[in-house]
């Protein structure tokens, strides 16, 4: 019987240092930042057909421009994201990618519509901009919060003893956001005064 009870109690301090608990509460720290980032990335997708309607308004706009967006967008609008992407690699960069190539397209379609004065003067453009503006400000943060959540949950993974727990019920490291050329911004701009 005593032999029971100190197995019992050894095994029960076991689990408390086997962190288990702790792959619970990261998980889902995780999936909650993760929530946040596909709502503003959706809140930056419903802004689009907006921004492209008021461009259009304006006649001589660049047609390939305003068709880059549409296309980016519903490229990154057609990716189905399940909880499963954040363990796959693969289909999380797929994401990233179509992420990214909406980004583009839009910062390429602002300045553009610099060049066009009645564009810029027109004030449900300006309050799209603003709005726009404010929802990439706020996926940068929900992609910080994220990215955060994401190293602690990779943390303890990787981590003695934690990492045996890991090993044990499947508790695979996360991706987490990456720059698109790491090489390119690594390289310092050239700055040339002399012309």
Do not use: H
Not at 96 to 103: E, I, K, P, S, V
Request: charged share 20%; glycine share 4%; proline share 4%.
């Amino acid at each position: 019987m005593i032999q029971r009870l100190l197995a019992i109690f050894a095994l029960a301090l076991l689990l408390t240092g086997c962190g288990y608990n702790d792959f619970q509460k990261l998980d889902e720290q995780t999936q909650s930042a993760w929530s946040e980032v596909l709502n503003q990335y959706q809140r930056r997708a419903d802004l689009v057909p907006n921004i492209v309607a008021s461009v259009k308004g304006e006649a001589n706009f660049e047609q390939e421009t305003l068709t880059k967006v549409i296309e980016a967008r519903a490229k990154a609008t057609s990716i189905q994201v399940t909880p499963e992407t954040l363990n796959n690699p693969q289909a999380f960069e797929q994401f990233q990618q179509a992420q990214d190539g909406l980004t583009g397209a839009l910062s390429r379609l602002m300045v553009v519509s610099e060049r066009y004065p009645q564009l810029q003067a027109n004030q449900a453009f300006r309050d799209l901009r603003v709005t726009l503006e404010g929802t990439e400000n706020r996926i940068t943060v929900a992609r910080g919060r994220y990215i955060e959540a994401v190293q602690q949950y990779n943390v303890l993974a990787r981590s003695f003893p934690t990492n045996l727990t890991a090993k044990v019920f499947g508790y695979a490291a996360k991706p987490n956001f990456s720059v698109a050329n790491e090489a390119q911004i690594s390289t310092p701009p050239q700055v040339d005064f002399s012309k």
